[in-house]
């Protein structure tokens, strides 16, 4: 390879012969479920919102009034510039509701478990994954140190019997 982008756009090329490379579908949401793309409605069934809580009409204005108090971002991490009185708000709440003594709030689904993961296993133990088990999940996995070993989508007597499992264990 002659530079970096001769390098990208072989990568690009492998995986778009593979039908694997992916792109940006541009979509908008229609109160909850719904959401159009390319001039088309449909029920989306890949979104988080299960509750349909970002349409909430008391959110928005809570969202709003936050935005007044407090402004639009915190400008670092919580370490970097400081904790922001809203988590800790939020986190207290959360804590009460479940019947915990804290709480831990992260950004995404991605982020807590490739910070949850780490802090609960490490080097010298080993990790068990179904190969269809999403990214993060392996990313948190392999973050840890510990050994992470896949087995087949749902087969059960592939974990069991796995040689490289039993070698590891």
Known sequence: ???LADFALAK???LE????RRALVTSVRHGGVMVERGGRRYVSFSCNDYLGLTAHPALAAAARDAMEKFGVGAGASRL?????PLYDEL???LARLKGTAAACVFGSGYLANTGIIPALVGD???VAIDELAHACLFAGARLSGA???PFRHNDVAHLITNRSLVKLA
């Open 91 to 93: 986190e207290r709440r």
């Open 1 to 3: 390879m002659s530079s």
């Open 147 to 149: 050994a992470v070993v």
């Open 12 to 14: 690009l090329a492998a």
């Open 17 to 20: 012969s593979r039908h694997l």
């Open 124 to 126: 010298g133990d080993l």
């Open 80 to 84: 970097v510039t400081g904790n922001h």
